[in-house]
C-alpha cells in the first residue's frame, strides 16, 4: 500500500483507542498493534520517514488493514498481547520464553490432594502458580507433605464410600503423613484447614501456618500430650527454617512486582522479580527480539503484559527503572530513587545481567572449546561459504548503539583464528555526525579505524561484517574506498535479525544454514559485538558523558528535559508530538523553542 494509496481510506479509521492488523498480499497477519488513536497511530507509518530497514519493509507489504476498537488503552494492551501470542506475526516482537511451566493443583474432589501438574484443564480444581522452576515446586511439595498431613491416594472417598467401610488406612497413616479421612478419622472441615495452610505457604505468607501450629502445641501441652507437642514443636522449627531460607526483602513491602530490561540493539532481556508478603517468590528472565523501532519503554510494557498474565500477577505496584505507558488501571508504577524499592530493581537488573552473560558465554565456548583444527575447518567452511579470496583468520565486526534515540557509539570487535581477540576490541565517540544517523556513523568509524591501520602499517583483516543492512554496507564501503583500500579485505553486511548476509552490488543475500558452524561463528561474532557496544554505552552513561540534546536547545534546561522525557520516553517522541502536547508541560515559549530546533534541524543547513 503506497502513501497515496492510504490517504483515500485514513479519513475511514477510527479515532478510537484499539488495535490495528495489518495484512500482506497473501491475507497473512504480519503485524497487530495498539493505539490510544488508531487514525493517528496508524497514519504515522505512511506520513514518517524510518530509519529501520524492516519498517520500510513492513509498509511495503501492508496490503489490508483491518481495525478494532476497544473501551480504553488497557483492552488495546491485553488484546494485542494476546493476538501476538496467538498468531506470532513475523513483524512484531518475538518472545523467546516457550517454556511450559509447572503448577501445584488442588484437585477438585472430596478431601483433595495436592501434586505438580504441567496441564491446567478446566475441571474446576484449583491451580496455583505457575512457577518457573520444576526444582522449586518438588521442593514446595515435599515441605508441604512434611508439615501437613494431606492424602497421596487416589481412593475414591465419597460419604458413601467411607459411611460403608469400603477403605483401609494404608502405611501414610502410620507414618504420620495422613490423617486417615479414609476411615473417617479426619472431618472435611480439619482437612480444609490445613488446605487453606498449604494456599497461605505457597503465598510466601507463613505466618498462619506458624500461628496454628503454635496454637495446636499449646493445647497439646495443656492436654499433657507432651510428645506430640514436641513433634509440633519441630514442625513449627522446620517452617521457621524454611522462612529464613527465603529470600525476605522487606516485611512491609507487601505484593509487588520488580522489572527490568537489558536490550542490546534488537535483543532484549527483561528480569521480572514476584514479591509476596515481602518475600521473593518468583523470579524470571525472559528473550525477546524486536523487528521494528521499538525502544525499551515498548518492549518493557509488552513484557511486563505478558508475563504479569503467565503468572497471574495481582499485585498492584510495579517497579520500573524507567517511566512507561502501562494503561491498567489502579496499577501504581513506582520508578524508585533509593532504599529497599531501589535495592529490589539492583537485585533484578543483576539477574537480567547474569542471564545474558551466560548466553554469550555458551555460544562463545561452542567454538573456544574446540581444538585449532576444528576452527581452522569452521573458518574454511565460512571461506567456501562466503566464496572469499583468503581464510578469514583474522575477522573483524562493527555495531552502533544509541539510547532512546540519542547518544550514539559504535563498537568493533576482532577475532583472530576464530576466537576473541578483546586487546584488539575498540570503541568509538561519535564524533562528526549530529543526532541518530546510522550510515553517517558506520561511515565515520570505519574510516577512522582503518586509517589507523593504514597509517600504522597493521595487517588489516581478511573479513568485515557491518552489523546492519545494505544502507550501513555502503557507508562502510565507502570510507574503504576513500582510505584506497578496495579489494584488500571483503566487506558484508549482516542483516538485523534475518542473518541474511549482505555483498556490495548483489540483488540477493547469501543465507548459510542455521546449524552451520559458519553461521554460529558470525552469530558469536555479531553477540559479542553487542555486548561490547552495549556495555561501553552503559559506562559513558553512568559518567554522565552524554548530555541530552534536548539541554543543548538554548533556553531549554535540565528540568524541563527531564519532565518532557518522563512523559513521552525518548527524545525521537518529543521531536514527533505536536506543539499542545509538549506546551502542556513546558509551556508554548518553550514548546515554540523545541518545535524550532526540530523544524530547522530537519531541513538541514542552507
Same mark, same amino acid.
Given at each position: 500500500?503506497?502513501?497515496?494509496?492510504?490517504?483515500?481510506?485514513?479519513?475511514?479509521?477510527?479515532?478510537?483507542?484499539?488495535? %490495528?492488523?495489518?495484512?500482506?498480499?497473501?491475507?497473512?497477519?504480519?503485524?497487530?498493534?495498539?493505539?490510544?488513536?488508531?487514525?493517528?497511530?496508524?497514519?504515522?507509518?505512511?506520513?514518517?520517514?524510518?530509519?529501520?530497514?524492516?519498517?520500510?519493509?513492513?509498509?511495503?507489504?501492508?496490503?489490508?488493514?483491518?481495525?478494532?476498537?476497544?473501551?480504553?488503552?488497557?483492552?488495546?494492551?491485553?488484546?494485542?498481547?494476546?493476538?501476538?501470542?496467538?498468531?506470532?506475526?513475523? &513483524?512484531?516482537?518475538?518472545?523467546?520464553?516457550?517454556?511450559?511451566?509447572?503448577?501445584?493443583?488442588?484437585?477438585?474432589?472430596?478431601?483433595?490432594?495436592?501434586?505438580?501438574?504441567?496441564?491446567?484443564?478446566?475441571?474446576?480444581?484449583?491451580?496455583?502458580?505457575?512457577?518457573?522452576?520444576?526444582?522449586?515446586?518438588?521442593?514446595?511439595?515435599?515441605?508441604?507433605?512434611?508439615? +501437613?498431613?494431606?492424602?497421596?491416594?487416589?481412593?475414591?472417598?465419597?460419604?458413601?464410600?467411607?459411611?460403608?467401610?469400603?477403605?483401609?488406612?494404608?502405611?501414610?497413616?502410620?507414618?504420620?503423613?495422613?490423617?486417615?479421612?479414609?476411615?473417617?478419622?479426619?472431618?472435611?472441615?480439619?482437612?480444609?484447614?490445613?488446605?487453606?495452610?498449604?494456599?497461605?505457604?505457597?503465598?510466601?505468607?507463613?505466618?498462619?501456618?506458624?500461628?496454628?501450629?503454635?496454637?495446636?502445641?499449646?493445647?497439646?501441652?495443656?492436654?499433657?500430650?507432651?510428645?506430640?507437642?514436641?513433634?509440633?514443636?519441630?514442625?513449627?522449627?522446620?517452617?521457621?527454617?524454611?522462612?529464613?531460607?527465603?529470600?525476605?526483602?522487606?516485611?512491609?513491602?507487601?505484593?509487588?512486582?520488580?522489572?527490568? +530490561?537489558?536490550?542490546?540493539?534488537?535483543?532484549?532481556? #527483561?528480569?521480572?522479580?514476584?514479591?509476596?508478603?515481602?518475600?521473593?517468590?518468583?523470579?524470571?528472565?525472559?528473550?525477546?527480539?524486536?523487528?521494528?523501532?521499538?525502544?525499551?519503554?515498548?518492549?518493557?510494557?509488552?513484557?511486563?503484559?505478558?508475563?504479569?498474565?503467565?503468572?497471574?500477577?495481582?499485585?498492584?505496584?510495579?517497579?520500573?527503572?524507567?517511566?512507561?505507558? %502501562?494503561?491498567?488501571?489502579?496499577?501504581?508504577?513506582?520508578?524508585?530513587?533509593?532504599?529497599?524499592?531501589?535495592?529490589?530493581?539492583?537485585?533484578?537488573?543483576?539477574?537480567?545481567?547474569?542471564?545474558?552473560?551466560?548466553?554469550?558465554?555458551?555460544?562463545?565456548?561452542?567454538?573456544?572449546? @574446540?581444538?585449532?583444527?576444528?576452527?581452522?575447518?569452521?573458518?574454511?567452511?565460512?571461506?567456501?561459504?562466503?566464496?572469499?579470496?583468503?581464510?578469514?583468520?583474522?575477522?573483524?565486526?562493527?555495531?552502533?548503539?544509541?539510547?532512546?534515540?540519542?547518544?550514539?557509539?559504535?563498537?568493533?570487535?576482532?577475532? @583472530?583464528?576464530?576466537?576473541?581477540?578483546?586487546?584488539?576490541?575498540?570503541?568509538?565517540?561519535?564524533?562528526?555526525?549530529?543526532?541518530?544517523?546510522? &550510515?553517517?556513523?558506520?561511515?565515520?568509524? #570505519?574510516?577512522?579505524?582503518?586509517?589507523?591501520?593504514?597509517?600504522?602499517?597493521?595487517?588489516?583483516?581478511?573479513?568485515?561484517?557491518?552489523?546492519?543492512?545494505?544502507?550501513?554496507?555502503?557507508?562502510?564501503?565507502?570510507?574503504?574506498?576513500?582510505?584506497?583500500?578496495?579489494?584488500?579485505?571483503? +566487506?558484508?553486511?549482516?542483516?538485523?535479525?534475518?542473518?541474511?548476509?549482505?555483498?556490495?552490488?548483489? @540483488?540477493?543475500? #547469501?543465507?548459510?544454514? %542455521?546449524?552451520?558452524?559458519?553461521?554460529?561463528?558470525?552469530?558469536?561474532?555479531?553477540?559479542?559485538?553487542?555486548?561490547?557496544?552495549?556495555?561501553?554505552?552503559?559506562?559513558?552513561?553512568?559518567?554522565?558523558?552524554?548530555?541530552?540534546?534536548?539541554?543543548?536547545?538554548?533556553?531549554?534546561?535540565?528540568?524541563?528535559?527531564?519532565?518532557?522525557? @518522563?512523559?513521552?520516553?525518548?527524545?525521537?517522541?518529543?521531536?514527533?508530538?505536536?506543539?499542545?502536547?509538549?506546551?502542556?508541560?513546558?509551556?508554548?515559549?518553550?514548546?515554540?523553542?523545541?518545535?524550532?530546533?526540530?523544524?530547522?534541524?530537519?531541513?538541514?543547513?542552507?
Amino acid at each position: 500500500m503506497t502513501s497515496q494509496e492510504f490517504q483515500q481510506i485514513a479519513h475511514t479509521i477510527p479515532v478510537n483507542p484499539g488495535i %490495528y492488523k495489518y495484512f500482506d498480499a497473501n491475507k497473512e497477519l504480519i503485524y497487530v498493534g495498539k493505539a490510544k488513536s488508531l487514525r493517528k497511530r496508524v497514519s504515522s507509518y505512511f506520513t514518517k520517514t524510518f530509519t529501520s530497514y524492516k519498517t520500510h519493509e513492513l509498509v511495503k507489504r501492508i496490503n489490508h488493514i483491518e481495525f478494532t476498537i476497544v473501551d480504553s488503552e488497557q483492552d488495546a494492551l491485553f488484546l494485542e498481547n494476546s493476538l501476538i501470542k496467538e498468531f506470532q506475526p513475523r &513483524f512484531n516482537i518475538d518472545l523467546k520464553d516457550d517454556k511450559s511451566y509447572p503448577y501445584i493443583v488442588i484437585k477438585k474432589e472430596a478431601f483433595p490432594r495436592v501434586f505438580l501438574t504441567r496441564k491446567k484443564i478446566k475441571d474446576g480444581s484449583e491451580y496455583l502458580g505457575p512457577f518457573t522452576s520444576v526444582a522449586k515446586v518438588r521442593e514446595l511439595i515435599n515441605f508441604i507433605r512434611q508439615n +501437613i498431613p494431606l492424602r497421596t491416594c487416589k481412593l475414591n472417598l465419597t460419604d458413601q464410600n467411607i459411611k460403608n467401610h469400603k477403605f483401609k488406612v494404608c502405611l501414610e497413616y502410620h507414618l504420620g503423613n495422613c490423617k486417615g479421612p479414609c476411615e473417617s478419622l479426619q472431618s472435611a472441615e480439619d482437612y480444609n484447614e490445613g488446605l487453606l495452610r498449604v494456599k497461605s505457604l505457597l503465598k510466601g505468607n507463613l505466618s498462619p501456618v506458624i500461628q496454628y501450629y503454635k496454637k495446636e502445641m499449646a493445647e497439646q501441652a495443656e492436654q499433657m500430650k507432651f510428645e506430640k507437642a514436641a513433634i509440633t514443636r519441630k514442625k513449627i522449627e522446620h517452617v521457621e527454617s524454611y522462612q529464613e531460607k527465603s529470600v525476605i526483602v522487606s516485611r512491609h513491602l507487601g505484593n509487588v512486582d520488580v522489572f527490568t +530490561i537489558l536490550k542490546d540493539n534488537d535483543i532484549a532481556y #527483561v528480569n521480572y522479580l514476584m514479591i509476596q508478603n515481602g518475600t521473593i517468590v518468583q523470579t524470571h528472565t525472559i528473550q525477546l527480539v524486536t523487528h521494528l523501532e521499538e525502544d525499551e519503554a515498548e518492549v518493557l510494557s509488552f513484557a511486563i503484559a505478558q508475563m504479569r498474565q503467565t503468572f497471574n500477577s495481582g499485585a498492584r505496584e510495579i517497579i520500573v527503572p524507567a517511566g512507561i505507558d %502501562y494503561p491498567e488501571p489502579g496499577i501504581v508504577i513506582t520508578i524508585p530513587k533509593g532504599g529497599e524499592k531501589k535495592k529490589l530493581l539492583e537485585l533484578s537488573s543483576k539477574n537480567v545481567d547474569y542471564f545474558k552473560e551466560e548466553i554469550r558465554k555458551k555460544k562463545t565456548l561452542q567454538l573456544e572449546g @574446540k581444538s585449532d583444527i576444528d576452527r581452522l575447518q569452521v573458518l574454511y567452511q565460512l571461506q567456501e561459504d562466503l566464496q572469499l579470496t583468503a581464510l578469514p583468520a583474522h575477522i573483524e565486526c562493527f555495531d552502533n548503539s544509541n539510547f532512546q534515540g540519542s547518544y550514539p557509539v559504535s563498537a568493533m570487535v576482532c577475532f @583472530k583464528d576464530g576466537v576473541p581477540s578483546k586487546k584488539d576490541y575498540r570503541h568509538f565517540n561519535v564524533k562528526t555526525v549530529e543526532g541518530i544517523n546510522d &550510515f553517517a556513523t558506520m561511515k565515520e568509524v #570505519v574510516y577512522r579505524r582503518y586509517k589507523r591501520l593504514k597509517e600504522e602499517n597493521q595487517p588489516l583483516p581478511q573479513l568485515v561484517i557491518i552489523d546492519g543492512g545494505k544502507g550501513q554496507l555502503s557507508a562502510a564501503i565507502e570510507s574503504i574506498d576513500a582510505l584506497e583500500l578496495a579489494g584488500k579485505m571483503t +566487506i558484508v553486511g549482516l542483516a538485523k535479525n534475518e542473518e541474511e548476509i549482505f555483498f556490495q552490488g548483489d @540483488k540477493q543475500s #547469501v543465507k548459510l544454514s %542455521y546449524n552451520s558452524d559458519s553461521l554460529k561463528l558470525i552469530r558469536g561474532i555479531r553477540d559479542e559485538v553487542h555486548r561490547f557496544g552495549i556495555s561501553f554505552h552503559r559506562n559513558q552513561r553512568s559518567k554522565g558523558t552524554f548530555k541530552n540534546e534536548l539541554e543543548n536547545i538554548k533556553g531549554i534546561g535540565k528540568a524541563t528535559a527531564d519532565t518532557l522525557l @518522563k512523559e513521552f520516553k525518548s527524545v525521537t517522541k518529543i521531536k514527533e508530538a505536536r506543539m499542545e502536547e509538549i506546551a502542556k508541560l513546558a509551556g508554548v515559549s518553550k514548546a515554540g523553542i523545541i518545535q524550532k530546533y526540530f523544524n530547522e534541524k530537519e531541513k538541514g543547513p542552507g
